[in-house]
């Protein structure tokens, strides 16, 4: 009898993986595609300026921010297949009525009565900043609910075979980040905004049917998934048992109990020992010091060439792929505690290269624009159209040291983000495990939707400081708080292996073999 009890275990090891493996592919497919046609929208809803784009990108982190830990407290409160269903429907239906929205309106703008284009203009922009919104909290609430809660159920007390599932969903996460937008890209180029939008909303209708459908078959092979362990009497959560009547709208009494709930969240995850591991891998969205809008615009700005950038963009996305599959083999050596250790060690001396770039030649670093003289701003720079002449540069030696000298700040700096990404995914895939292994099922949404809410914090921070800094000649000044983050990072992370007695050693303790 316990023979056929584990071949069936090893035979839905063997089959449902997979399923989560295509399941996710679908999911961050969409997100990725979503957020670069979503930025590109708002981009020509108000070509001026990125005024519009970068309060797309608050209003996105503050929705996260605000609500975070309201949807982790409701993850807990309900039935696995009830939450995972709920959220892929809202996020989907999100998408694409944000998509039909605003390509319909830029599609048949010029229809429009001069005179009333700007009142629509604004209410189509607060429209798709309040569905994209809703999206991306129903999108945490999905990545909550299958990448900490389901696969942890799914690989049981194996944490060896936890790490090699969690590597592989990172894996196909930074996939999907490289080709989705590009192929975004290609569909705006081609068939314009209006048949794009029908694209990406017919992709997320026929994409939630695939979900729901591999979700559904994971769900029935593991029976664990149907059973939530109930919260111990002491506990501030009440399990409540998942029954097909349960209405999934009912959530809270009001505005003021979910303020409450979302308090006691905060209580939860800042007395729980994983908080100073949490609190260093939220560090790490401080800093500008990754491929975003804002490092695309400083590098625009430093004569770096378009299809250099996204080249550069590609080899980035393959640094951090092998990060995360180097992790199961990093944690089975060191074991996990320490793997984030290694992982922080290696992106603080990486990022140290973005730090000497500041001191470099071709470096703008200017402190008296301080005092507010005229310069550019770094987010402006992308609306640079214009290209580099190649003739001329084709006619300069490249062997000549002073063809490189006025790059050199800019080189380095490249250098640093793209190496630090190796030891960025390590650390990431170990503070993640570290919040699957650790937290208790009957908390495990509300602490992961604390985390979060506290990543979108500092990334909102990050952004903060940009419109407080926003000239090149002060991007020197962003590097150095981002320096000051990332190590700050460390060692928050440190003093949680401090407090588990993984800080010195590195051979892996005999008990965790």
């Not at 209006?194 to 979900?211: D, H, K, P, R, Y």
């Given at each position: 009898?316990?023979?056929?009890?584990?071949?069936?275990?090893?035979?839905?090891?063997?089959?449902?993986?997979?399923?989560?493996?295509?399941?996710?592919?679908?999911?961050?497919?969409?997100?990725?595609?979503?957020?670069?046609?979503?930025?590109?929208?708002?981009?020509?809803?108000?070509?001026?300026?990125?005024?519009?784009?970068?309060?797309?990108?608050?209003?996105?982190?503050?929705?996260?921010?605000?609500?975070?830990?309201?949807?982790?407290?409701?993850?807990?409160?309900?039935?696995?297949?009830?939450?995972?269903?709920?959220?892929?429907?809202?996020?989907?239906?999100?998408?694409?009525?944000?998509?039909?929205?605003?390509?319909?309106?830029?599609?048949?703008r010029?229809?429009?009565?001069?005179?009333?284009?700007?009142?629509?203009?604004?209410?189509?922009?607060?429209?798709?900043?309040?569905?994209?919104?809703?999206?991306?909290?129903?999108?945490?609430?999905?990545?909550?609910?299958?990448?900490?809660?389901?696969?942890?159920?799914?690989?049981?007390?194996?944490?060896?075979?936890?790490?090699?599932?969690?590597?592989?969903?990172?894996?196909?996460?930074?996939?999907?980040?490289?080709?989705?937008?590009?192929v975004?890209?290609?569909?705006?180029?081609?068939?314009?905004?209006?048949?794009?939008?029908?694209?990406?909303?017919?992709?997320?209708?026929?994409?939630?049917?695939?979900?729901?459908?591999l979700?559904?078959?994971?769900?029935?092979?593991?029976?664990?998934?149907?059973?939530?362990?109930?919260?111990?009497?002491?506990?501030?959560?009440?399990?409540?048992?998942?029954?097909?009547?349960?209405?999934?709208?009912?959530?809270?009494?009001g505005?003021?109990?979910?303020?409450?709930?979302?308090?006691?969240?905060?209580?939860?995850?800042?007395?729980?020992?994983?908080?100073?591991?949490?609190?260093?891998?939220?560090?790490?969205y401080?800093?500008?010091?990754?491929?975003?809008?804002?490092?695309?615009?400083?590098?625009?700005?430093?004569?770096?060439?378009h299809?250099?950038?996204?080249a550069?963009?590609?080899?980035?996305?393959?640094?951090?792929?092998?990060?995360?599959?180097?992790?199961?083999?990093?944690?089975?050596?060191?074991?996990?505690?320490?793997?984030?250790?290694?992982?922080?060690?290696?992106?603080?001396?990486?990022?140290?290269?973005?730090?000497?770039?500041?001191?470099?030649?071709?470096?703008?670093?200017?402190?008296?624009?301080?005092?507010f003289?005229e310069?550019?701003?770094?987010?402006?720079?992308?609306?640079?159209?214009?290209?580099v002449?190649?003739?001329?540069?084709?006619?300069?030696?490249?062997?000549?040291?002073d063809?490189?000298?006025?790059?050199?700040?800019?080189l380095?700096?490249?250098?640093?983000?793209?190496?630090?990404?190796?030891?960025?995914?390590?650390?990431?895939?170990?503070?993640?495990?570290?919040?699957?292994?650790?937290?208790?099922?009957?908390?495990?949404?509300?602490i992961?939707?604390?985390?979060?809410?506290?990543?979108?914090?500092?990334?909102?921070?990050?952004c903060?400081?940009?419109?407080?800094?926003?000239?090149?000649?002060?991007?020197?000044?962003?590097?150095?708080?981002?320096f000051?983050?990332?190590?700050?990072?460390w060692?928050?992370?440190?003093l949680?292996?401090?407090?588990?007695?993984?800080?010195?050693?590195?051979?892996?303790?005999?008990?965790?073999?």
């Open positions: 009898m316990a023979e056929v009890m584990n071949n069936g275990r090893m035979d839905a090891f063997s089959r449902s993986p997979w399923s989560i493996y295509t399941a996710h592919a679908l999911s961050t497919w969409g997100d990725n595609m979503w957020w670069f046609a979503g930025g590109c929208y708002m981009m020509e809803l108000h070509k001026d300026s990125l005024r519009l784009t970068a309060t797309y990108g608050m209003a996105i982190a503050a929705s996260v921010i605000l609500f975070g830990a309201y949807i982790g407290r409701w993850i807990d409160k309900t039935g696995r297949l009830t939450a995972a269903r709920t959220f892929l429907a809202i996020q989907n239906t999100a998408v694409s009525l944000c998509a039909m929205l605003l390509a319909g309106f830029i599609s048949y010029t229809e429009i009565d001069p005179e009333k284009e700007v009142m629509f203009t604004y209410f189509v922009s607060i429209g798709g900043i309040v569905l994209a919104s809703v999206a991306r909290l129903a999108s945490s609430g999905t990545n909550i609910i299958i990448q900490k809660d389901w696969i942890v159920v799914i690989a049981g007390d194996d944490t060896d075979y936890l790490a090699k599932m969690n590597s592989i969903l990172r894996t196909i996460e930074l996939t999907t980040y490289m080709i989705a937008p590009a975004a890209g290609q569909l705006f180029t081609f068939l314009g905004f209006g048949w794009t939008g029908v694209f990406i909303s017919a992709w997320n209708l026929v994409s939630v049917c695939l979900e729901y459908f979700l559904a078959k994971i769900y029935k092979t593991y029976p664990d998934l149907a059973m939530k362990r109930n919260a111990d009497s002491n506990d501030i959560i009440k399990h409540l048992e998942e029954s097909s009547e349960e209405n999934p709208l009912q959530i809270s009494a505005f003021l109990e979910g303020m409450k709930e979302a308090f006691d969240g905060w209580q939860i995850y800042m007395n729980h020992p994983v908080r100073f591991a949490g609190v260093g891998l939220a560090c790490l401080m800093t500008v010091l990754g491929f975003d809008n804002i490092t695309y615009g400083y590098c625009l700005m430093q004569k770096v060439p299809a250099a950038l996204g550069l963009v590609g080899v980035s996305a393959l640094v951090g792929v092998a990060g995360s599959l180097a992790y199961p083999i990093f944690r089975q050596r060191f074991g996990l505690e320490r793997t984030g250790l290694l992982g922080m060690f290696l992106l603080v001396s990486c990022s140290s290269l973005a730090l000497l770039s500041v001191f470099l030649p071709g470096s703008p670093l200017d402190l008296s624009h301080l005092t003289q310069t550019e701003a770094i987010i402006e720079s992308l609306n640079i159209t214009e290209t002449d190649l003739k001329a540069v084709a006619e300069k030696n490249w062997l000549d040291p063809f490189w000298a006025p790059f050199s700040s800019v380095v700096l490249l250098s640093g983000i793209i190496l630090a990404r190796f030891g960025l995914w390590v650390v990431d895939l170990t503070v993640s495990q570290l919040l699957q292994e650790t937290v208790k099922e009957d908390v495990r949404g509300v992961n939707g604390i985390q979060d809410s506290m990543n979108n914090t500092f990334d909102l921070t990050k903060i400081l940009v419109i407080l800094l926003p000239a090149q000649e002060t991007f020197g000044l962003l590097i150095f708080a981002s000051v983050s990332i190590n700050f990072g060692l928050m992370y440190a949680y292996c401090r407090s588990q007695g993984h800080l010195f050693s590195f051979c892996k303790k005999t008990n965790d073999v």
